[in-house]
Protein backbone atom coordinates (compact mmCIF):
# COMPACT_ATOMS: atom_id res chain seq x y z
CA UNK A 1 0.00 0.00 0.00
CA UNK A 2 1.58 3.51 -1.03
CA UNK A 3 0.93 6.65 0.84
CA UNK A 4 0.27 9.78 -0.41
CA UNK A 5 0.65 13.57 0.38
CA UNK A 6 -0.40 16.46 -2.13
CA UNK A 7 0.85 19.36 -0.74
CA UNK A 8 -0.71 22.69 -3.36
CA UNK A 9 1.54 26.09 -3.15
CA UNK A 10 -1.52 27.85 -3.84
CA UNK A 11 -4.78 28.24 -6.34
CA UNK A 12 -7.03 25.52 -6.66
CA UNK A 13 -10.88 25.45 -5.76
CA UNK A 14 -10.54 28.12 -3.36
CA UNK A 15 -9.64 30.62 -5.82
CA UNK A 16 -12.55 31.37 -8.59
CA UNK A 17 -10.61 30.90 -11.79
CA UNK A 18 -9.70 27.54 -11.03
CA UNK A 19 -9.54 24.46 -13.49
CA UNK A 20 -10.03 21.15 -11.56
CA UNK A 21 -6.68 19.65 -12.49
CA UNK A 22 -5.65 19.34 -9.33
CA UNK A 23 -8.88 18.09 -7.39
CA UNK A 24 -9.06 15.43 -9.86
CA UNK A 25 -5.65 14.79 -10.00
CA UNK A 26 -5.94 14.04 -6.08
CA UNK A 27 -9.22 11.86 -6.57
CA UNK A 28 -7.86 9.79 -9.22
CA UNK A 29 -5.01 8.63 -6.99
CA UNK A 30 -7.88 6.55 -4.81
CA UNK A 31 -8.52 4.44 -7.61
CA UNK A 32 -11.85 4.90 -6.82
CA UNK A 33 -14.79 5.12 -8.90
CA UNK A 34 -16.14 7.72 -6.31
CA UNK A 35 -13.89 8.41 -3.75
CA UNK A 36 -15.19 9.74 -0.28
CA UNK A 37 -13.03 13.13 0.49
CA UNK A 38 -13.27 15.12 3.60
CA UNK A 39 -12.27 18.85 3.78
CA UNK A 40 -11.30 20.35 6.77
CA UNK A 41 -11.49 24.01 6.79
CA UNK A 42 -9.93 24.71 10.47
CA UNK A 43 -7.46 27.31 9.47
CA UNK A 44 -9.61 29.69 7.95
CA UNK A 45 -11.92 29.72 11.43
CA UNK A 46 -14.36 27.15 9.75
CA UNK A 47 -15.10 29.77 7.30
CA UNK A 48 -19.03 29.22 5.12
CA UNK A 49 -17.75 30.67 2.27
CA UNK A 50 -14.68 28.37 1.80
CA UNK A 51 -16.61 25.33 3.12
CA UNK A 52 -19.38 26.71 0.16
CA UNK A 53 -16.95 26.69 -2.51
CA UNK A 54 -15.50 23.17 -1.41
CA UNK A 55 -18.99 21.80 -2.13
CA UNK A 56 -19.59 23.55 -5.33
CA UNK A 57 -16.54 22.17 -7.17
CA UNK A 58 -16.41 18.66 -5.57
CA UNK A 59 -20.60 18.54 -6.18
CA UNK A 60 -19.65 18.24 -9.51
CA UNK A 61 -16.73 16.20 -9.42
CA UNK A 62 -17.31 12.32 -9.31
CA UNK A 63 -16.70 11.65 -5.14
CA UNK A 64 -18.66 12.05 -1.94
CA UNK A 65 -18.16 15.34 -0.09
CA UNK A 66 -17.93 16.25 3.36
CA UNK A 67 -15.95 18.08 5.94
CA UNK A 68 -15.33 18.83 9.80
CA UNK A 69 -16.11 21.42 11.52
CA UNK A 70 -14.45 22.78 14.98
CA UNK A 71 -16.32 26.05 15.39
CA UNK A 72 -19.67 24.02 15.83
CA UNK A 73 -20.92 20.82 16.88
CA UNK A 74 -18.01 18.63 15.86
CA UNK A 75 -18.59 14.86 14.46
CA UNK A 76 -17.27 11.87 15.52
CA UNK A 77 -13.89 12.82 14.07
CA UNK A 78 -12.12 9.46 14.41
CA UNK A 79 -14.93 7.35 13.03
CA UNK A 80 -15.32 9.96 10.54
CA UNK A 81 -11.67 10.61 8.99
CA UNK A 82 -10.93 6.74 8.92
CA UNK A 83 -13.28 6.25 6.70
CA UNK A 84 -12.19 9.04 3.90
CA UNK A 85 -10.26 7.80 0.53
CA UNK A 86 -9.18 11.62 0.91
CA UNK A 87 -8.42 14.29 3.41
CA UNK A 88 -8.27 18.27 2.10
CA UNK A 89 -6.95 20.62 4.23
CA UNK A 90 -7.35 24.20 3.30
CA UNK A 91 -5.41 27.77 4.04
CA UNK A 92 -4.95 29.84 6.24
CA UNK A 93 -3.68 29.85 9.57
CA UNK A 94 -1.39 27.40 10.49
CA UNK A 95 -0.55 28.21 13.87
CA UNK A 96 -4.11 28.47 14.80
CA UNK A 97 -4.92 25.20 12.95
CA UNK A 98 -2.54 23.08 14.72
CA UNK A 99 -3.56 24.67 18.01
CA UNK A 100 -7.10 23.11 17.73
CA UNK A 101 -6.18 19.84 15.99
CA UNK A 102 -3.75 19.35 18.88
CA UNK A 103 -6.84 19.75 21.35
CA UNK A 104 -9.07 17.22 19.52
CA UNK A 105 -6.67 14.91 18.77
CA UNK A 106 -6.47 15.51 15.05
CA UNK A 107 -3.22 15.59 14.50
CA UNK A 108 -2.39 12.22 15.52
CA UNK A 109 -5.50 11.05 13.81
CA UNK A 110 -4.58 12.02 10.73
CA UNK A 111 -0.94 10.61 11.19
CA UNK A 112 -3.15 7.47 11.48
CA UNK A 113 -5.19 7.93 8.89
CA UNK A 114 -2.22 8.85 6.39
CA UNK A 115 -0.75 4.91 7.69
CA UNK A 116 -3.79 3.34 6.99
CA UNK A 117 -3.78 4.81 3.07
CA UNK A 118 -5.25 8.07 3.29
CA UNK A 119 -4.36 10.43 1.07
CA UNK A 120 -3.47 13.78 2.53
CA UNK A 121 -3.66 17.44 0.92
CA UNK A 122 -4.21 20.46 1.12
CA UNK A 123 -3.31 23.98 0.09
CA UNK A 124 -1.32 26.43 1.57
CA UNK A 125 -1.75 25.70 5.68
CA UNK A 126 -2.89 22.65 4.01
CA UNK A 127 0.43 22.01 2.78
CA UNK A 128 3.23 22.99 4.92
CA UNK A 129 1.17 21.03 8.23
CA UNK A 130 2.23 17.74 6.39
CA UNK A 131 6.33 18.89 6.99
CA UNK A 132 9.02 19.22 9.82
CA UNK A 133 8.37 22.52 9.61
CA UNK A 134 6.69 25.05 7.00
CA UNK A 135 7.18 29.04 6.43
CA UNK A 136 4.04 30.25 7.37
CA UNK A 137 2.60 33.92 7.70
CA UNK A 138 0.11 33.10 10.39
CA UNK A 139 1.97 35.93 12.44
CA UNK A 140 1.44 39.45 10.41
CA UNK A 141 4.79 40.92 11.03
CA UNK A 142 6.84 38.76 9.40
CA UNK A 143 7.34 35.32 8.29
CA UNK A 144 8.22 32.24 10.84
CA UNK A 145 9.49 28.51 10.53
CA UNK A 146 6.73 26.62 12.25
CA UNK A 147 6.89 23.38 13.76
CA UNK A 148 4.07 20.77 12.08
CA UNK A 149 2.77 17.34 11.95
CA UNK A 150 6.94 15.66 10.55
CA UNK A 151 5.10 12.84 8.59
CA UNK A 152 7.36 14.78 5.69
CA UNK A 153 11.24 15.04 7.08
CA UNK A 154 11.15 18.62 5.53
CA UNK A 155 10.81 22.56 5.67
CA UNK A 156 8.13 23.66 3.15
CA UNK A 157 7.67 26.96 1.95
CA UNK A 158 4.13 27.92 -0.31
CA UNK A 159 3.14 30.65 -2.26
CA UNK A 160 6.94 30.82 -3.36
CA UNK A 161 6.88 32.88 -6.25
CA UNK A 162 3.04 34.68 -5.30
CA UNK A 163 3.74 36.56 -2.11
CA UNK A 164 7.25 38.98 -2.89
CA UNK A 165 8.20 38.38 1.05
CA UNK A 166 8.94 34.36 0.67
CA UNK A 167 11.91 33.84 -1.48
CA UNK A 168 13.95 36.67 0.46
CA UNK A 169 13.14 34.89 3.73
CA UNK A 170 13.88 31.28 2.31
CA UNK A 171 17.38 33.03 1.12
CA UNK A 172 18.15 34.13 4.52
CA UNK A 173 17.23 31.74 6.61
CA UNK A 174 18.71 29.09 4.66
CA UNK A 175 22.38 31.66 4.39
CA UNK A 176 22.09 31.67 8.24
CA UNK A 177 21.75 28.03 8.32
CA UNK A 178 18.84 27.85 10.59
CA UNK A 179 17.78 25.02 8.05
CA UNK A 180 20.27 23.10 5.41
CA UNK A 181 16.85 22.97 2.61
CA UNK A 182 13.65 24.34 1.70
CA UNK A 183 10.59 22.61 -1.14
CA UNK A 184 9.27 25.63 -2.11
CA UNK A 185 5.70 25.40 -3.77
CA UNK A 186 5.10 27.97 -6.35
CA UNK A 187 1.19 28.94 -7.02
CA UNK A 188 -0.58 26.83 -9.68
CA UNK A 189 1.69 23.76 -8.19
CA UNK A 190 1.92 20.89 -6.07
CA UNK A 191 4.39 18.50 -4.98
CA UNK A 192 3.49 14.77 -4.93
CA UNK A 193 5.12 12.81 -2.45
CA UNK A 194 4.97 8.68 -2.26
CA UNK A 195 5.89 7.30 0.91
CA UNK A 196 7.53 10.13 1.80
CA UNK A 197 9.81 10.51 -0.76
CA UNK A 198 9.15 13.78 -3.73
CA UNK A 199 7.31 11.76 -6.81
CA UNK A 200 6.56 14.48 -9.16
CA UNK A 201 5.80 18.04 -9.41
CA UNK A 202 2.09 18.34 -10.34
CA UNK A 203 2.05 21.90 -12.02
CA UNK A 204 -1.98 22.37 -12.92
CA UNK A 205 -1.17 26.16 -14.32
CA UNK A 206 1.37 26.84 -17.21
CA UNK A 207 4.69 26.15 -16.08
CA UNK A 208 4.56 26.30 -12.38
CA UNK A 209 7.47 24.51 -10.36
CA UNK A 210 8.19 23.34 -7.11
CA UNK A 211 11.98 23.31 -6.11
CA UNK A 212 14.51 22.27 -3.58
CA UNK A 213 16.41 25.04 -2.55
CA UNK A 214 19.75 25.26 -0.60
CA UNK A 215 23.17 26.44 -0.48
CA UNK A 216 25.97 25.35 -2.43
CA UNK A 217 29.27 27.53 -1.69
CA UNK A 218 27.32 30.16 -0.04
CA UNK A 219 25.09 30.80 -3.25
CA UNK A 220 21.11 29.29 -3.35
CA UNK A 221 20.21 26.91 -5.71
CA UNK A 222 17.03 26.25 -6.74
CA UNK A 223 16.78 22.71 -7.93
CA UNK A 224 13.12 22.19 -9.71
CA UNK A 225 11.66 18.73 -9.06
CA UNK A 226 10.74 16.97 -12.15
CA UNK A 227 6.95 17.76 -13.54
CA UNK A 228 4.09 16.44 -14.53
CA UNK A 229 2.02 19.19 -16.52
CA UNK A 230 -1.56 18.80 -16.50
Known amino acids: MKKHIIAIGGGGFGRNNSSN???NYILNLSGKDCPKICFIPTATGD???YIVRFY???TRLNCIASHIEFFKRTIDIHK??????????????TKSMLAIWKEWGMSSLLKDAYNDGVILSGVSAGAICWF?????DSWESELKILPCLDIIK???CPHYDEEPSRI???EKILLEERITS???IEGGSAIHFIDGKPFKNISFKNNKNTYNVFVDNKRIVESPFEKIQL
Open 56 to 58: SIF
Open 182 to 184: CIC
Open 21 to 23: LIE
Open 80 to 93: HIMKQDVVFVGGGN
Open 168 to 170: PYV
Open 154 to 156: ATC
Open 132 to 136: TSGIT
Open 47 to 49: NDS
